[in-house]
């Protein structure tokens, strides 16, 4: 079709991102439901989205530089099977090999790092983690607790006459 590899690779990005979104939106209505996760709309929806999306730039690389079919088709277990042995949902981090890492003091191996997918499932863990609603209850508690020891520290300072800045 003489078409330019940038362009062909541009409107296969954008067409598959439009059915990505839809895709990540369909799931996260239908998990919520089924599981009755509630206020993580957004964050579920752009984890999801961010997900769908780098497994797509992955298979529009490896369409860009391999032409055949067969060849592709025995290469994604080889660019798969890592996405989701070191995405950290399957194995914990401390119980992989220790010779993996090159640091012994670091808790995660090194190599994982380079995986998108163990990026993608800690922050969709910490979202849901740092946004349920006992979470939110304990941020309203402590901040009337700091608001209210603020407070009090605002009054023994009238009351004792001592400037706060000496202090």
């Known amino acids: 079709m003489n078409l330019k590899l940038s362009h062909y690779q541009s409107s296969k990005l954008i067409t598959l991102s439009f059915f990505s979104l ?30 769908s999306i ?15 079919n067969r060849a592709i088709i025995n290469l994604l277990p080889l660019i798969l099977i890592p996405q989701i042995i070191f995405g950290g949902a399957v194995i914990e981090f401390e119980r992989m090999n220790r010779n993996l890492k090159l640091y012994e003091k670091h808790p995660i191996p090194e190599v994982v ?33 700091i608001d209210t020891f603020t407070g009090l520290q605002e009054c023994c300072y009238q009351r004792s006459g001592i400037p706060k800045q000496a202090i």
């Not at 509630?38 to 989205?49: H, N, R, T």
């Not at 163990?118 to 006992?134: C, I, S």
Request: charged residues 15%; proline residues 1%.
């Open 54 to 68: 780098t497994g797509v730039s992955i298979g529009l690389m490896c369409s860009a530089f391999i032409r055949e």
């Open 113 to 145: 790092q380079i995986i998108p997918s163990r990026w993608l499932f800690e922050g969709l863990t910490t979202a849901y983690a740092k946004n349920t609603v006992f979470h939110r209850s304990l941020a309203r508690i402590e901040k009337k607790g």
């Open 22 to 51: 839809i895709q990540a939106i369909l799931y996260h209505l239908i998990a919520s439901q089924v599981l009755g996760v509630k206020g993580l709309g957004f964050v579920s929806i752009a984890y999801f989205f961010l997900a």
